[in-house]
């Protein structure tokens, strides 16, 4: 059965990077062909695509944070990793890793989430 | 890119069918048959509903269903249940090979 599981900081500065890995069980990302992603949801508000990737390093970000942000994998460890760089309080939110099942299409499933509040 | 538009609630009393709508432009909503919608109940992750406009994932019930006119997709839950009451959120792809999400839909069941 296909899991995942979001990690990391739970606090981060203003200024900094935040650093998150999502880790896969149950399928390997390198032979799953399917795309993996990251959503994110500040509090009271709605979904947010942040970017997907698939197993051979190749990525699509939104726009809006492009500048921002790095999506990794590790396939040596069943993980992928969101980076975003120079957050302020505007990036606190709960963030999601999920199966991109392919990219353009649908996102299932999804981890539990994480709470990532950005202050000092 | 901006968000697609849904009405922020929709409300119905249980055994009634209501529908959300998710509107967006002939770049993403009318140009692709990419459409998935998600529930998400408070506090907890989204869970997919609907896939490629109209397709059910094994496991979801047979009252939700989705559809598709021109810039306008639509999820449809017929015979209201208190277990519906969540928000709906729809997800698009896009011509510039992006996602985006609705604005989210909150449901009530009266």
């Known amino acids: 059965q296909l899991q995942l599981q979001e990690s990391g900081p739970g606090l981060v500065k203003p200024s900094e990077t935040l650093s998150l890995t999502c880790t896969v069980s149950?399928?390997?990302?390198?032979?799953?062909?399917?795309?993996w992603g990251w959503i994110r949801q500040p509090p009271g508000k709605g979904l947010e695509w942040i970017g997907s990737?698939?197993?051979?390093?190749?990525?699509y970000y939104n726009p809006s944070l492009k500048s921002r942000v790095t999506i990794s994998v590790d396939t040596s460890k069943n993980q992928f990793s969101l980076k975003l760089s120079s957050v302020t309080a505007a990036d606190t939110a709960v963030y999601y890793c999920?199966?991109?099942?392919?990219?353009?299409?649908?996102?299932?499933?999804w981890g539990q989430g994480t709470l990532v509040t950005v202050s000092s | 890119q901006s968000a697609l538009t849904q009405p922020a609630s929709v409300s119905g009393s249980p055994g009634q069918s209501i529908t959300i709508s998710c509107t967006g432009t002939?770049?993403?909503?009318?140009?692709?048959?990419?459409v998935s919608w998600y529930q998400q109940h408070p506090g907890k992750a989204p869970k997919l509903m609907i896939y490629?406009?109209?397709n059910r994932p094994s496991g979801v019930s047979n009252r939700f269903s989705g559809s598709k006119s021109g810039n306008t997709a639509s999820l449809t839950i017929s015979g209201l249940q208190a277990e519906d009451e969540a928000d709906y959120y729809c997800?698009?792809?896009?011509?510039?090979?992006?996602?985006?999400f609705g604005t989210g839909t909150k449901v009530t069941v009266l």
């Open positions: 999920a199966r991109h099942v392919w990219f353009g299409r649908q996102f299932d499933p």
């Open positions: 490629d406009v109209s």
């Open positions: 997800n698009s792809y896009t011509s510039s090979m992006t996602q985006v």
């Open positions: 990737i698939y197993f051979s390093g190749s990525t």
């Open positions: 002939s770049s993403d909503v009318g140009n692709y048959n990419y």
């Open positions: 149950g399928v390997s990302i390198s032979t799953s062909s399917h795309y």
